[in-house]
């Protein structure tokens, strides 16, 4: 078993202690380096139980020893050794807390640069408080930086909280700056301390003779005054004078940021939050501005807690910003994902609040149809979304049926993708994996469609078709070019080798969505006639073509006679009149032909000993119950006993 960093610790404080006492150049930096790559991975683990200390044959309470010894032993390295030295401890302790900041989401900080971990926090305070009283300008900023990653412990201490207030009037901006990152440290806990230093923050913000890089660093202790609701509320209010009164667009910013993610830890302040940010969503306001805005409305709305913060203006504003043609792209992306989470709230808001609803899925639509296949995808998502709530409700019976052809316009929207990825995934000088993910991902959405509205099983079938025959069509006219001696260069050879590929690995992925379509209506009884119908014409199409490979042919051919199909027309047209037998008799004839067609296929490809295709055909018959065609197949393979 691998040991714990527990049972690591009194190696690990022997290696350092050598390492900075080396005279070695460069040493002591590169075992800091190490010890904090051990430090975080250490922070990352659980507090030893007995268990793991009988396991690893620990003492108890052996593990905080060493873990003091090391901290204890960096304090004095940033003590006593170069810039290059303190630089490095500083980097550990930060990387440390900042991983902690982003790990204990709101849980009480238990990690090692904890409170109730430490017990030499005095020493370690007084060796810090040593560089700031003596050090140069840089020194004393590290020093702060350091009394902030230690804020668990070092915000108890009268002397090190006065001694960053007084810091955050200093007249050297380096000074300033780490000031005001530890007096953000100290605000997350600490709601009197918070107090003071947001009085402070606002006449630094104000002054105009504070630097650019001052009043940066300013706005982002906005977000750290989430202590307490009183606290948090008047930061708010002070941040929204702050906005109104600028029009610096860096300044603002960095405002709208830290508002943001200051709202998002009391709903009581989301919703003035959201109305601040669909202002700036204007026309008026820079593209940096609008660009803002959305990714904090994102970052807000991802949440889940504000919901009941939705409002008709909201959803108005989103939907301008998508319909606008001149924002770029990446813009009209995060309208859409913001607008895909608001659709799962829908279920428990009314259409009446929501505005036209209709009106929202047609600006949808329109995006899906962009040919920017980011922007086109979310939307097609949110569509699928959109109709899955909408049923939910009217299974409730609270919208009646005015959305009810919803799911037929979103598969037509998806086929049209679909045909218009074509061209791209046959450019053998692109590279596609991406591409055949969005295809694959948009089948995806036709089978769920499929299983939430089987009555539409007929009609993507249909689509399926239209497809395949697209892909014929393209074909066709790339033939006919060329024996006509036109310049081809922006169509596609479909010899070659990369072409051919692609083109087989698209109709493998259609022919895999039609069988699990097929198997899904079949596990719901939802096989008709018109379901075979349309199979019978996917099959002629593929085999009226010589673009395919037998093995193509043979799995299309397959799905005619199979159980899921054969078997359930069958027997649902299994009724005393003469019409019904006859239809039953006529659809077995037709599957028999096919399965003639199938065997005469499978002989020649074994007299030309492609093996493995025919094996692959063999268990893809035998799960599809198309018995005669499997023992055949399996029987040529043996060969004679």
Not at 91 to 120: M, P, Q, T
Not at 396 to 411: E, K, M
Not at 432 to 437: A, C, R
Request: proline share 2%; aromatic share 8%; with cysteine.
């Amino acid at each position: 078993m691998e040991r714990i960093s527990a049972a690591c610790a009194m190696e690990w404080s022997i290696e350092l202690e050598k390492a900075l006492r080396s005279k070695k150049p460069g040493q002591a930096v590169k075992a800091i380096q190490q010890i904090g790559s051990r430090l975080q991975q250490w922070n990352r683990e659980p507090k030893p139980t007995m268990a793991v200390y009988n396991m690893f044959g620990l003492v108890l309470g052996e593990d905080r020893l060493f873990a003091n010894t090391i901290i204890l032993r960096l304090a004095d390295a940033f003590r006593l050794g170069d810039k290059d030295t303190r630089l490095s401890v500083v980097r550990v302790f930060l990387s440390v807390f900042r991983n902690n900041d982003k790990e204990k989401k709101g849980k009480r900080y238990e990690g090692i640069l904890s409170k109730a971990r430490i017990h030499n926090q005095m020493e370690l305070l007084k060796r810090v408080k040593i560089v700031f009283d003596t050090g140069d300008v840089e020194s004393r900023a590290l020093a702060l930086i350091l009394f902030g990653c230690w804020a668990d412990f070092a915000k108890e201490s009268a002397h090190i909280r006065y001694l960053l207030l007084s810091s955050l009037v200093s007249s050297e901006i380096l000074e300033v700056k780490a000031a005001l990152f530890a007096a953000g440290c100290f605000c997350v806990l600490a709601a009197d301390f918070a107090s003071v230093v947001l009085e402070m923050l606002l006449n630094i913000l104000i002054s105009p003779n504070t630097s650019v890089a001052v009043r940066l660093a300013g706005v982002r202790v906005f977000a750290k005054m989430g202590c307490s609701y009183s606290i948090a509320n008047r930061a708010h209010k002070i941040g929204l004078q702050l906005v109104l009164d600028s029009s610096e667009d860096d300044f603002l910013v960095s405002l709208l940021v830290s508002l943001s993610k200051l709202a998002a830890k009391s709903t009581l302040l989301l919703s003035e939050q959201v109305d601040l940010l669909l202002l700036f969503l204007s026309r008026e306001k820079t593209l940096m501005l609008q660009a803002t805005a959305l990714r904090c409305l994102n970052f807000i709305f991802k949440k889940g807690i504000c919901h009941s913060s939705v409002s008709t203006h909201a959803i108005r504003t989103l939907l301008r910003t998508i319909d606008e043609t001149e924002l770029p792209s990446a813009m009209k992306c995060e309208a859409l994902q913001i607008l895909q989470t608001l659709v799962y709230g829908l279920p428990e808001l009314s259409c009446d609040k929501m505005l036209d609803f209709t009106i929202l899925l047609n600006i949808i639509e329109k995006a899906a149809q962009s040919p920017v296949m980011s922007e086109s995808m979310l939307a097609i998502q949110i569509l699928v979304d959109a109709s899955k709530r909408l049923g939910e409700r009217r299974q409730v019976g609270s919208d009646g049926d005015c959305f009810f052809s919803l799911p037929t316009r979103i598969i037509s929207v998806i086929m049209d993708r679909m045909i218009l990825m074509f061209k791209p995934l046959l450019d053998v000088s692109q590279n596609n994996s991406k591409v055949f993910q969005e295809f694959q991902s948009l089948l995806n959405l036709l089978l769920f469609l499929v299983g939430e509205h089987p009555d539409l099983g007929v009609l993507v079938l249909q689509k399926v078709g239209s497809f395949i025959e697209c892909l014929l069509d393209m074909h066709d006219n790339v033939m006919t070019t060329k024996q006509e001696g036109v310049s081809v260069h922006e169509l596609v050879d479909f010899r070659g080798q990369k072409s051919m590929y692609i083109s087989l690995n698209l109709v493998h992925n259609v022919l895999k969505f039609s069988v699990t379509c097929i198997e899904n209506l079949n596990e719901v009884s939802a096989i008709t006639t018109e379901i075979h119908e349309q199979v019978k014409f996917l099959v002629e199409q593929v085999q009226s073509c010589k673009l395919f490979d037998r093995y193509i042919y043979i799995i299309y051919s397959v799905l005619l006679h199979s159980q899921n199909i054969c078997g359930c027309v069958v027997k649902k047209n299994e009724e005393p009149c003469r019409v019904g037998r006859n239809l039953g008799n006529s659809l077995c004839n037709l599957s028999g032909e096919h399965e003639i067609f199938s065997l005469e296929l499978v002989e020649k490809m074994l007299i030309e000993r492609d093996n493995w295709p025919v094996y692959k055909a063999g268990i893809y018959t035998a799960y599809q119950g198309a018995w005669i065609t499997a023992a055949f197949i399996f029987g040529q393979l043996i060969g004679p006993s």
